[in-house]
């Protein structure tokens, strides 16, 4: 069984910054693909970023591009999300979540509320 929890959510103002992490425990993290998701009010849950097993590899939604990073520190069972030039539309609750061959292990995420 895996637990991830998600942390550095809060409150900030446009343009502002926030890192977000997400530790893992009950399972190295060091297989596994990492994605962070976000979920606005009112809207679906939508892919944010991920990052590959060894972190060569990232992907992100076109709305975060050049603003948000991911990255991952295996030895810390950690994965991060650098939060950059934050909009109000940036606003939502965001999670973690670990895909180990067929199964997938979600946190109970964190607040971003942007004001403006």
Do not use: H
Request: proline share 2%.
């Amino acid at each position: 069984q895996v637990q991830l929890v998600e942390s550095g959510g809060g409150l900030v103002q446009a343009g502002g910054s926030l890192r977000l992490s997400c530790a893992a425990s009950g399972r190295t993290i060091s297989g596994s693909a990492m994605v962070w998701f976000r979920q606005a009010p009112g809207k679906e849950r939508e892919f944010v970023a991920g990052i590959n097993w060894s972190g060569s590899t990232t992907t992100y939604t076109d709305s975060v591009k050049g603003r948000f990073t991911i990255s991952r520190d295996n030895a810390k069972n950690t994965v991060y999300l650098q939060m950059n030039s934050l909009k109000l539309e940036d606003t939502a609750v965001y999670y973690c979540r670990g895909t180990y061959g067929p199964a997938s292990y979600w946190g109970q995420g964190t607040q971003v509320t942007v004001s403006s």
